[in-house]
């Protein structure tokens, strides 16, 4: 299927940053291998971890996907504070704190029932560090998205395969740091 639009919207090209229309090709060519890097690099400690066991994979995504949950929930419902307003303006400090509980919570029930052999201090460790890096790589990647003048979609639908590719963003970015701590 194709990419259909309502009647009324309109395509605004003033907004797709026409800076980058005259960007040099050595900045074109940073950019592009800083998004390899990020990719890729999260994407082989994720095979990492899935060698030395698939549960501390889980684990990493786990802790992304429910952070992600409790941060929208909590956020909605108590959040004040604003995290990084021209970066992300919906993000809170109360969302992000919701975010490290909620991935904590799901790590350690999940680590209890799975991984037995784990202590539940590097559990909560790998969890709280997987959870930061992740609430840090969406920041980044809506950063490169405000740069780029694509970021601020709310209020749009919201497709499956968008919607997965956004939830992978906090995940890739939360792989290294749980294969770097899994070792506690």
């Given at each position: 299927?194709?990419?259909?639009?309502?009647p009324?919207?309109?395509?605004?090209?003033?907004?797709?940053?026409?800076e980058?229309f005259?960007?040099?090709?050595?900045?074109?060519?940073?950019r592009?291998?800083?998004?390899?890097?990020?990719?890729?690099?999260?994407?082989?400690?994720?095979?990492?971890?899935?060698?030395m066991?698939?549960?501390?994979?889980?684990?990493?995504?786990?802790?992304?996907?429910?952070?992600?949950?409790?941060?929208?929930?909590?956020?909605?419902?108590?959040?004040?504070?604003?995290?990084?307003?021209?970066?992300?303006?919906?993000?809170?400090w109360?969302?992000?704190?919701?975010?490290?509980?909620?991935g904590?919570?799901?790590?350690?029930?999940?680590?209890?029932f799975?991984?037995?052999?784990?202590?539940?201090?590097?559990?909560f460790?790998?969890?709280?560090?997987?959870?930061?890096?992740?609430?840090?790589?969406?920041l980044?990647e809506?950063?490169?998205?405000?740069?780029?003048?694509?970021?601020?979609?709310?209020?749009?639908?919201?497709?499956?395969?968008?919607?997965?590719?956004?939830?992978?963003?906090?995940?890739?970015?939360?792989?290294?740091?749980?294969?770097?701590c899994?070792g506690?």
């Open positions: 299927m194709g990419d259909r639009r309502a009324g919207d309109r395509v605004n090209v003033a907004r797709i940053a026409p980058r005259f960007e040099s090709p050595a900045e074109r060519g940073r592009h291998c800083s998004a390899v890097v990020y990719i890729f690099g999260a994407w082989r400690a994720a095979l990492a971890l899935r060698e066991n698939p549960h501390w994979l889980m684990i990493a995504l786990l802790v992304s996907w429910a952070g992600d949950t409790a941060a929208l929930y909590i956020g909605r419902a108590f959040g004040r504070h604003k995290l990084a307003p021209r970066v992300s303006p919906s993000k809170t109360e969302g992000a704190i919701g975010s490290v509980a909620g904590v919570l799901a790590a350690a029930v999940y680590a209890h799975l991984i037995p052999s784990a202590s539940p201090w590097a559990v460790a790998v969890a709280a560090a997987g959870n930061i890096a992740g609430q840090v790589g969406d980044c809506s950063a490169f998205k405000r740069g780029a003048g694509r970021e601020g979609i709310a209020g749009r639908r919201c497709r499956p395969r968008r919607l997965a590719r956004t939830a992978s963003i906090p995940a890739c970015s939360a792989s290294p740091w749980c294969m770097l899994s506690l």
